[in-house]
């Protein structure tokens, strides 16, 4: 069964720091795309970033790049998004999401959501002093 697990969200205050995980179970293709998206109530969801598990190739979204940056440890199965310089406008539900290699393809569409069949429950992640 695939699941991916979410953590590391919480309550932070402009300018801090976050390292968001997600911990993948239950699929074994070696070179697939774990995606991070975000949404607010009412919003749709965006992407945010994605890395690719065979190369480590990786993708941000104009709004986080430079202050975001997406990791993998393959051994623990487990993808990481460390989001610096937090602000405000950060606030919101962050999911993870995988393709299960079906594109296997960490590029300018990484967005695109009928790319991933699974996604995480979310983590909250506030910005807010």
């Known amino acids: 069964q695939v699941q991916l697990v979410e953590s590391g969200g919480g309550l932070v205050q402009p300018g801090g720091s976050l390292r968001l995980s997600c911990a993948a179970s239950?699929?074994?293709?070696?070179?697939?795309?774990i995606g991070w998206f975000r949404q607010a109530p009412g919003k749709e969801r965006e992407g945010v970033s994605c890395?690719?598990?065979?190369?480590?190739?990786?993708a941000y979204s104009d709004s986080v790049k430079g202050r975001f940056s997406v990791s993998k440890d393959n051994i623990k199965n487990t993808v990481y998004l460390q989001m610096n310089s937090l602000k405000p406008e950060d606030t919101d539900v962050y999911y993870c999401?995988?393709?299960?290699?079906?594109?296997?393809?960490?590029?300018?569409?990484?967005?695109?959501?009928?790319?991933?069949?699974?996604w995480g429950q979310g983590t909250q992640v506030t910005v807010s002093s």
């Open positions: 239950g699929f074994t293709s070696k070179d697939n795309v």
């Open positions: 890395i690719r598990s065979s190369d480590g190739s990786t």
């Open positions: 999401a995988t393709d299960l290699g079906r594109f296997a393809r960490c590029d300018r569409f990484y967005y695109l959501q009928h790319r991933y069949d699974y």
